[in-house]
């Protein structure tokens, strides 16, 4: 057993083992002060990633409504309350229930917990989005085999706020639970891009795979999340997962930028176009331009909802609206190295600031509309998709480009 499944598994069995008037009965909210009252079985996490887990074995067994299995295990996860004098945390609120039919799941349920609070963590710091006022607690299910009518390779579907993960004693590997449950939780977290036909109909649990767990690998890279705080998988197996998942996408992005054409399509390559641009707009102009683009993402046919299309128009609306723009390669660039990848240029007179890791950057030359009067200048009148190459510094460290638009104050 993976050695930090197993403290788990100890940690846990300890939980299990109190007598059931003692044990946690997962209240909407928890205040720091009432931490005592629970015992070994209350938990906090502590760090930038942290919340509060609490397990429950005293409460009446829970059924779910959708297949009728009884869960004898139920792990509250608490995510914390911004506190306005910036100091400890003073409080959590409970964002899911992770429920495991006994004992003997009791350390996959943790695992399960711990992942989706820092999948929370994640999209709350870069999107500042949280779960719907009217839907505050997701309920996860772990069953214990699959359910009838099922296809075999089904590992878990979301219905409203109910998440299931199918069969958790069935051999998975540590990526493929991370995945898992980034995938379903995508589902009813992330904002929805429909039309498809294959692999399924609505694109955000792709997302979620993609774009959820490049960000954990990115706060792994830059120091922000220990390793340790990942659950299940290491930082070199997400990264081997992206590499196969994430990079080919970013690359497609990179060369040639947004195919329309393939934008359109309703099968897995549309589902690939779609969620390589989403995560394409996160890595070279950050998450705050990102959730500006999903935010203006709108139907414009007469379809009641998005589609991946549509995305791309938000994309452009969102790049057009700022007033800074900082460009990050989306791709690592070593010192001395060059980089060349495509970029949405939108129209405005700019003022062009290098970072202290680029040496030099130039747009193609010839193009109608776009005016490169300097190494600090850039005037452009007729927005569009372009090349732009930088090249890299002799040491690592500071790789961007940051347009400030005419009249605006840089940060």
């Keep these: 057993m993976n050695p930090r499944l197993a403290t788990t598994a100890l940690l846990l069995a300890a939980a ?3 007598p059931s008037a003692v044990v946690a009965q997962l209240p909407g909210s928890v205040s720091h002060s009432d931490l005592a009252g629970f015992g070994a079985a209350a938990h906090v996490i502590s760090g930038a990633f942290g919340g509060l887990l609490i397990t429950d074995t005293g409460s009446p067994p829970a059924s779910d409504a959708r297949y009728s299995q009884v869960y004898h295990v139920a792990i509250g996860v608490y995510a914390p309350q911004p506190d306005s004098g910036g100091g400890a945390t003073q409080s959590w609120s409970r964002r899911f229930v992770v429920h495991a039919p006994d004992a ?62 199918f069969n958790l ?5 540590p990526t493929e639970w991370a995945r898992e449950t980034a995938h379903e939780y995508g589902h009813f977290a992330l904002p929805g891009i429909t039309g498809f036909t294959s692999p399924e109909a609505w694109a955000n649990g792709y997302l979620g795979q993609r774009l959820l767990l490049m960000w954990v690998a990115q706060d792994a890279a830059s120091g922000a999340l220990p390793a340790d705080q990942i659950p299940f998988v290491t930082p070199a197996q997400l990264n081997g997962y992206l590499e196969k998942q994430v990079t080919p996408l970013l690359r497609d992005e990179m060369r040639t930028g947004p195919d329309e054409h393939t934008l ?10 779609y969620t390589g641009l989403v995560c394409y707009i996160d890595a070279v102009y950050g998450s705050r331009v990102l959730l ?23 994309a452009k609306l969102a790049v057009a ?8 390669p989306p791709a690592t660039i070593a010192p001395g190295a060059r ?21 030099h950057w130039q747009l193609p030359d010839g193009v109608k509309g776009l005016y ?22 002799k040491h690592a460290g500071g790789e961007w480009l940051q347009l400030n638009r005419a009249g605006s104050t840089p940060p």
């Design 169 to 173: 004693f069935a051999q998975r590997s």
């Design 372 to 393: 490169v009067n300097s190494q600090t200048s850039l005037a452009v009148a007729v927005p569009g998709w372009q090349m732009i190459t930088l090249d890299a510094g």
């Design 264 to 273: 359109q399509r309703r099968d897995a390559a549309g589902m690939d176009a």
């Design 339 to 359: 980089l060349k990848f495509s970029v949405y240029v939108p129209a405005g007179q700019f003022a062009v600031r290098e970072g202290p890791g680029i040496r």
């Design 104 to 165: 003997s799941g009791a350390a996959i349920a943790d695992s399960v917990a711990r992942m989706l609070l820092l999948l929370h963590a994640e999209i709350y710091r870069r999107l500042h989005m949280d779960h719907p006022d009217d839907q505050p607690t997701v309920s996860v299910w772990l069953t214990a085999a699959d359910e009838v009518g099922l296809a075999q390779d089904t590992g878990g579907e979301q219905f409203k706020d109910q998440i299931y993960l």
């Design 16 to 18: 299990l083992a109190m």
């Design 321 to 328: 609206g700022a007033n800074v723009l900082r460009i990050t």
């Design 292 to 314: 500006n683009a999903l935010a203006l993402t709108a139907p414009t046919r007469e379809e009641a909802e998005p589609h991946a299309i549509d995305f791309l128009r938000g």
